[in-house]
């Protein structure tokens, strides 16, 4: 069984910047595209950053420039350094193993205007 444990989540203020980790277990994965997914309340689940094997990186339009991810394979270790922060950001934040069915419990992420 696949487990996948979110962490860093918070309440900030807007402008401010936050840290998520994701952990996950199964080496058959370690090499899949890794993904970040957010949903507001009330709003359906989006992908907002992917980062492939090679690193390559791809963005929702209203996080490119201000988030970051990145992963270390030898960890099993996915990030999302959030900068600038906006109150449209809140929500809880799930890491994903693309072309699985796996996702992470979630992480809370308040930003407070």
């Known amino acids: 069984q696949v487990q996948l444990v979110e962490s860093g989540g918070g309440l900030v203020q807007a402008g401010g910047s936050l840290r998520l980790s994701c952990v996950f277990s199964?080496?058959?994965?370690?090499?899949?595209?890794l993904a970040w997914g957010r949903q507001a309340p009330g709003k359906q689940r989006e992908l907002v950053a992917t980062?492939?094997?090679?690193?390559?990186?791809t963005y929702i339009d209203s996080v490119k420039g201000r988030f970051t991810i990145s992963r270390d394979n030898a960890k099993n270790t996915v990030y999302l350094q959030m900068n600038s922060l906006r109150p449209e950001d809140t929500g809880v934040y799930y890491c994903h193993i693309s072309g699985t069915g796996y996702w992470g419990q979630g992480t809370q992420v308040t930003v407070s205007s």
């Open positions: 980062i492939s094997d090679a690193g390559r990186t």
């Open positions: 199964g080496s058959p994965y370690r090499y899949n595209t």
